[in-house]
């Protein structure tokens, strides 16, 4: 869903190399967010890259990486603590700031969803921040360590077995995680909260999304995942985190400008890269797919690009009545249109121009008006020859022209 995702890489704490991916929006940015993930997770799982991606489609470049010795970063996992990667964030930020533009948004998943409330304070370019699964005290991490935290304490360190993988863990880990106080630095925050949590979450309790919602000061929301689990492993669940997020993003951050700021408009048209046929659009302020039905090889995601003319015939058709039916002062109630469209063969199109006519298969676009008030047939003949004045209804039945041209980079191949 992501228009474009560009692979960085930065410097952390210790100077290794983070692995990162910057998810772009199609068109301006409204605005930079900085996405935290999970203990011992990484910037490519599947509720990450969902986020970014949706937070993408609404004009919010993401990025997400990984911390120090996890996923594709540099650095051993062993050395690293809370407070690294609290450091690990605060470069990221600091990249962000000097080679894009500052974090406004700060998202974090379990023990990320820790480290950006840790840190929220901190950076004063930062207007909102939301977290997934949250603990509410980050020695609650230790819980994963099961019966190896007694070795770690005793011995110094050991070897752990999380998610199928084995990770060292050293005594400074646990000690570190244990002295922080995470609901202090929350009291003091004073940024707008986002809540997500699921209830039946098993890794991280419901409890602690009420204890860190009590610490917050206003203003402060909370959204349940219901069914979802830690990981938010379904894609569904996924889906609904991110668009909640977007949502409720929207309050705190500035929109896209509108169409009519600029003399000469237009509507810019990217592939996502997900599925075949894909799209994300923006024309001014709105963000929406074009897609393909599923039985055409889409994704279903979007109106197909007939669609979006049926729209533009519809949404045209009902707004030339309304300006007709305010300037006669006629009571139609509101109005709606229904559009269809098909290809027929010319010569069975009995209303169409001889021109038209002579082609060998058309474009038809099947229309009926309705009207809430009773109308006579008088006035429905007349809403007929009203509705044929529509500028997209001129367009459509007159020879339109397309200029086209390429940009971009010469290859210097033939």
């Known amino acids: 869903m992501t228009a474009k995702t560009q692979k960085l890489a930065f410097k952390g704490h210790s100077g290794a190399d983070l692995a990162a991916r910057l998810d772009l929006p199609n068109g301006p940015v409204r605005a930079y967010a900085l996405f935290a993930h999970c203990f011992t997770c990484s910037k490519d799982l599947l509720a990450a890259r969902r986020i970014a991606a949706e937070l993408a489609r609404a004009g919010i470049a993401v990025l997400r990486f ?60 930062v207007k909102a921040v939301a977290t997934i699964g ?15 935290l007694e070795s770690i304490q005793q011995e110094g360190e050991a070897d752990v077995s999380l998610g199928g993988r084995q990770f060292r863990v050293q005594r400074q880990f646990v000690e570190d995680v244990r002295a922080h106080s995470l609901l202090d630095a929350v009291a003091g925050m004073r940024k707008p909260l ?25 203003p402060k929301s909370f959204i349940s995942l219901d069914q979802g689990d830690h990981l938010l492993t379904d894609p569904e669940d996924a889906s609904f985190a991110a668009s909640a997020m977007c949502g409720w993003l929207s309050r705190y951050l500035p929109g896209d400008e509108p169409q009519g700021t600029v003399p000469v408009e237009h509507v810019r048209v990217m592939e996502t890269g997900q599925g075949k046929f894909q799209n994300a659009v923006q024309a001014g302020r709105h963000r929406l797919f074009a897609d393909e039905p599923e039985s055409f090889g889409g994704l279903d995601t979007g109106p197909s690009p007939y669609d979006f003319l049926s729209i533009a015939l519809g949404a045209c058709t009902t707004m030339t009545l309304r300006l007709y039916a305010d300037r ?47 109308a006579s047939s008088e ?28 940009r971009g980079e010469e290859s210097g191949a033939e």
């Open 134 to 148: 949250a603990p509410a005290d980050t020695a609650h991490v230790l819980k994963n360590l099961g019966a190896s």
């Open 194 to 218: 986002l809540l997500l949590h699921a209830p039946l979450d098993e890794i991280v309790g419901i409890d602690n999304a009420t204890q860190i919602f009590l610490a917050a000061k206003h």
């Open 379 to 406: 006035l429905r003949e007349k809403l007929i020859e009203i509705a044929g004045k529509c500028p997209v209804h001129r367009t459509l039945e007159s020879v339109a022209h397309v200029h086209t041209a390429v």
């Open 328 to 374: 006669k002062k006629l009571d139609l109630g509101r109005i709606s249109v229904d559009v269809s469209h098909d290809k027929v063969h010319a010569r069975d199109c009995a209303d169409c121009s001889e021109a038209a006519k002579a082609q060998g298969r058309i474009d038809r676009f099947e229309r009926v008006i309705e009207v809430e008030k009773p």
């Open 66 to 125: 990984d911390f120090t010795g996890l996923g594709s970063s540099e650095g051993e996992f062993a050395s690293t603590n809370f407070s690294t990667n609290l450091e690990d964030l605060l470069s990221a930020a600091t990249f962000l700031e000097e080679h894009y533009e500052a974090p406004s948004v700060l998202i974090g998943h379990s023990l990320g969803g820790a480290a950006v409330l840790a840190i929220a304070g901190r950076l004063s370019s």
